[in-house]
């Protein structure tokens, strides 16, 4: 989605580096402002949640509670292969795509009143508060379409490996769910609530997927 639709309003900075208002005073050619400006409306934003320990995304109550709402949503598992965000690959028929893991900042003061903004500072900085998130970004450029968001085909490299069903999701969402992705091969995963351990959800793969799956 176009970094303007971002539920932190200090992300990305570039928005705000970028902003007229802030440009006026750093840049001789005035003519610029508004292109620089304009061009933050070609950039897109997918946020991932990267870590080398699974479990620990997935019995992530914060990301469950805020993310799928209140658990009756879902988490879904990608691959994204390395072809997907190889520059070599680029070419005019296809939008520029970047993978970057996220830089969490301390309360230091951070200024973006400065003639310059790098990649890292413009869209992969964000306020160390969010760090539970453990999110990793893919950014894309695309200077053909202003559309709020961009597809990106399985073809690219990009596809679906596994769902997770939240604890609360119904059963009328789940088999929609199944229904979209009929075909794709993808394996289903129900989050259980654990007596035992109340903070530590249970992942029960669903059989009659695992059978569908292995034919």
């Not at 005073?25 to 949640?49: E, G, N, P, Q």
């Not at 965000?85 to 070419?91: A, H, R, V, Y």
């Not at 951070?110 to 453990?134: L, M, P, R």
Request: proline share 2%; hydrophobic share 30%.
């Amino acid at each position: 989605s176009k970094p303007c639709c971002m539920n932190d309003p200090f992300d990305s900075l570039y928005s705000l580096w970028s902003l007229p208002e802030n440009l006026i005073s750093l840049v001789k050619d005035k003519a610029h402002i508004k292109i620089l400006h304009k061009s933050y409306d070609y950039y897109r934003l997918c946020s991932f949640c990267i870590d080398d320990d699974e479990e620990s995304i997935l019995n992530n109550n914060l990301m469950w509670s805020h993310y799928a709402h209140e658990h009756q949503g879902i988490c879904i598992k990608y691959i994204l292969k390395e072809n997907c965000i190889n520059t070599d690959c680029f070419n005019d028929d296809q939008p520029k795509l970047l993978l970057h893991r996220i830089n969490y900042k301390n309360k230091n003061s951070v200024s973006v009143n400065e003639k310059s903004i790098t990649v890292g500072s413009a869209f992969v900085q964000k306020e160390k508060c969010w760090e539970y998130e453990k999110e990793s970004r893919l950014i894309c450029f695309d200077d053909r379409t202003e559309k709020k968001r961009i597809s990106i085909s399985y073809e690219r490299g990009i596809s679906i490996e596994a769902v997770y069903f939240g604890i609360n999701c119904s059963k009328d969402d789940k088999e929609t769910i199944k229904k979209i992705l009929d075909g794709k091969h993808v394996l289903y995963y129900d989050m259980r609530l654990n007596f035992k351990d109340v903070y530590k959800m249970d992942i029960v793969r669903e059989n009659d997927e695992f059978k569908d799956n292995n034919m």
